[in-house]
């Protein structure tokens, strides 16, 4: 776990809707009920002193679509914060920022509040980029419409690495990613599922044969399915070729 103490998560978006299912179920939720996380949806359109409310405008030099404005995006942000500090940081949510990862969630959960700017239509005027953002973040390298399911995806990594967010029942720092292997398969009763048995190894009660079969499962998978995590990992197993282990 990293962050300690309360956390709070400012979404600034056209879509406000959007938001009134995500963060209603299960860890979220109860976070949010005990106080430990809060989250605000402002609709960029307040700060808009048009009669169409308008927050788009045609690229300079031609092309395609929309552009966000930055007028509205900057205003909304200095009212939602006045006053800028080292515990607030502002992230836009774009197609062209840098890749989100477990890395980058525990390094947003030591903030005290984030305020995330969802993209829509064609991008945001690069202003935003370059003079609003502290951090500009992907979550994929795929398409989406917008990023609201972006912000949606940021805000649960981080908000469960709060003290307190996922209870005792089981702590962040165990979980998958932390040491560059996929968690390794698991199984539930029955035992035996339409023929398909489960490891006859976990049905004993052997926990170091348990504890051996789980590694190497695990960087079985990880090797077939994620084989970039296991260059990084100490698991892997250096094959007959013994020159540097590059990218
Ligand atoms: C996607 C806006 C692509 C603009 C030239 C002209 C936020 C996102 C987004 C979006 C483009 C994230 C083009 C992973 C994402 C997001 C909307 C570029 C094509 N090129 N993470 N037109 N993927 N997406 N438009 O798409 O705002 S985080």
């Known amino acids: 776990m990293c962050g ?4 709070k998560f400012h979404v600034l978006t056209i879509f406000p809707e959007f938001f009134r299912g995500p963060f209603e179920h299960g860890v979220i939720e109860r976070a949010a009920s005990a106080g430990l996380i809060a989250i605000e949806i402002h609709d960029l359109r307040n700060w808009t002193y048009d009669r169409h409310r308008t927050v788009d405008d045609r690229p300079f030099g031609g092309g395609e679509g929309m ?18 500090s080292e515990g607030k940081k502002v992230v836009l949510l774009s197609a062209q920022g ?9 390094e947003f959960s030591a903030f005290d509040e984030l305020l995330l700017i969802c993209g829509r239509y064609e991008g945001v005027d690069e202003r935003v980029a370059e003079h609003l ?10 398409v989406l419409s917008g990023g609201e399911l972006a912000a949606a995806v940021v805000i649960d990594a981080v908000a469960r690495l709060k003290e307190g967010v996922l209870g005792n029942e089981r702590s962040a720092v ?29 049905l004993g009660g052997n926990h170091e044969q348990i504890r051996q079969w789980r590694l ?7 090797a077939r399915l994620r084989p970039d995590l296991l260059k990084g ?6 094959g007959n070729d013994q020159s540097p282990q590059q990218e």
């Open 98 to 106: 840098r890749k989100f990862d477990q890395a980058l969630a525990r």
């Open 133 to 142: 953002a502290d951090y500009e973040v992907s979550i994929g390298d795929y």
């Open 233 to 238: 990992s100490c698991y892997a197993e250096r």
């Open 4 to 7: 300690f103490g309360n956390m």
């Open 67 to 84: 552009l966000l404005k930055a007028g509205p995006i900057f205003e909304a942000v200095e009212s939602i914060w006045p006053e800028r």
């Open 174 to 202: 165990f979980e998958s990613f932390s040491d560059n292997l996929l968690d390794c398969p698991q199984y539930t009763r029955p035992a035996d599922f339409r023929g398909w048995k489960a490891p006859e190894v976990l």
């Open 216 to 222: 190497e499962a695990a960087r079985q998978k990880t």
